[in-house]
């Protein structure tokens, strides 16, 4: 009996090892879409030694089967192409006995959603950090299930902000005016310090608990299309975090770029198209990590890059986004990252995807746009519809600072960024801007409004996409010199106890009011004018600084006059006959004036936007 008593405790405790050796900790993506034109799943099984196990589905066909030096995943490729939306179980099976069964979801895909419409020259993006934007749910400040705990006290840390603090605001947006919203990433960042900032991700597939759920974020896509809002979701193909939970227990070892360990990237973009570069630089640009907190991942390992494509194509059919915004693109694999980008267009070949490409060489940066005459001359195609306009932000920094116009200083610094357009395959569909997340704020550079009026009437009229970063519509500024936070301060009102609540107009100071009521001004009467939408563009050498050119189409034309000198100028109206001669009425939207074109001169204040719409009577 004694024996027989140690058998079985034996045999039991056997049973409980080989019961747990086989558990099932992730399934990435959870679930698919029928009707889908990436059709062909890879499904990612982890959990502890199943790369012992065989896999088997009744109803799925199973295209192929890879497994890893690490025995902790399995990559199952399914096709769904003709399959019907309903749950499928995969069998994990082991010398044909069922260790496991994984229940796999298809799921009926939106009508229409392939045809879904993205952000274009149409729209004013709203760019806005959550965990700064608006407190809306204090509870979810810090979570048990994530390190870095809330501390408003400081200015680096976690400050509360979260999804639902965005759609408490949602009106708030619409009335100033903006289309679209671009928020920071809101993916989990499980990093020890700095994780407000999440561009160290620790899970594709997870909201951070501290921005909300999953719930959240489509209730806020749901909300925001209610109010005529797109969501734009910003995207990191190029990294994660050190604290991403694959890294800890990688699939391979080359799923990140290793030296071994940790390399950093010397930064040098150039050396992806320089035809004289050497391969050591270039290795250290494309495969070095960002920073030291964040691994570079290894697109040119094809589990690496469907992984990425994947995760991506899923929020986009989970949430029903409108676009997406990539972080650092031109640091990826360029071959990588091309084809990344040419599957989620084939698949939304109308929904944009803006880059990140921060260079300061109109070629350079046409370089990465899809159809780039200048990639062309390497047979290089990246198909990214739209770039970040880096050289125009360069000269928004300056120029306002010139008070005086001599040969490439003052507002020929806009009228030369712009000749140089015939580089790019489509300049309308630049985004541009002043300022973000990691620049200088506008505000802090030049404290005056006068300022602000000249920057936002340019960036309101000219040809791509204008960007507006948070809080700027109210004057808030910050300095870069002074450490990242503070140019990412929190918006006044989005907590609490905060003394005043600025998204409410009676409680805005008269300084803040003016930026606000010209900026809703402006904004709102963009929505109304195809010419500045897909008009074509008309410029003038700026004389005495002051820079003047138009937006035309068919018999709609808008002409823009910018005075960045201090001093009053008086331009004479026949040098701009050629567009001028077809109309009789101009009214200033902008000082809201009414005024016939048949004088001579037209006088112009000194620091002061003009934005005037054209009529034949």
Known sequence: MFNRFFLGVFLFFCFQFNAQQYDLKRIEPRNWWTEMNYSQVQVMLYGSNISELDVVSKELTIISVTKTENPNYIFVTLETKSAVAKVYNIELQKKGKSKLTVPFELKSRRTDSTLREGFNTSDVIYLLMPDRFSNGDSTNDSHPSTIEKANRALPGGRHGGDIRGIINNLDYIKELGATAIWSTPLLEDNDSTYSYHTYGQSDLYKIDPRYGSESEYIELVEKAHVLGLKIIMDVVPNHWGASHWMIKDLPTYDWLHQFPGYGQTNYRMTTQNDPYTSGFDKKWCVDGWFVKSMPDLNQNNPLVLNYLVQSTLWWIENANLDGLRVDTYSYNDKDGIAEWTEIITKEYPNMNIVGEVWMHDQALQSYWQENSPIGAIQSYNSHLPSVMDFTLHDAVMQAFGEDKQGWDKGMIRFYENFANDFLYSN??????????????????????????????????????????????????????????????????????????????????????????????????????????????????????????????????????????????????????????????????IVNEKAFELDSENFVTEGKNAYIIELTHE
């Open 427 to 588: 300049p309308s569909n630049l985004l541009v801007f002043s300022e973000n997340h990691d620049t200088q704020r506008f505000n802090n550079l030049y404290p005056e409004f006068e300022d602000y009026k000249l920057m936002l009437s340019i960036l309101s009229t000219i040809r791509g996409i204008p960007q507006i970063y948070y809080g700027s519509e109210i004057g808030m500024s910050g300095d870069k010199n002074l450490g990242d936070a503070d140019i990412r301060k929190d918006f006044p009102g989005g907590w609490k106890s905060d003394s005043k609540n600025c998204f409410k107009s009676e409680e805005r100071s008269a300084a803040q009011a003016l930026y606000f009521e010209f900026s809703k001004k402006l904004l709102n009467w963009r929505k109304t004018s195809k010419a500045v939408h897909s008009g074509k563009t008309i410029q003038f050498i700026p004389v005495d600084n002051v820079y003047v050119y138009f937006r035309v189409l068919e018999d709609e034309a808008v002409m823009v006059i910018i005075n960045n000198s201090l001093d009053s100028k008086s331009i004479t109206l026949k040098n701009y006959n050629e567009v001028l001669k077809d109309f009789k009425i101009g009214y200033d």
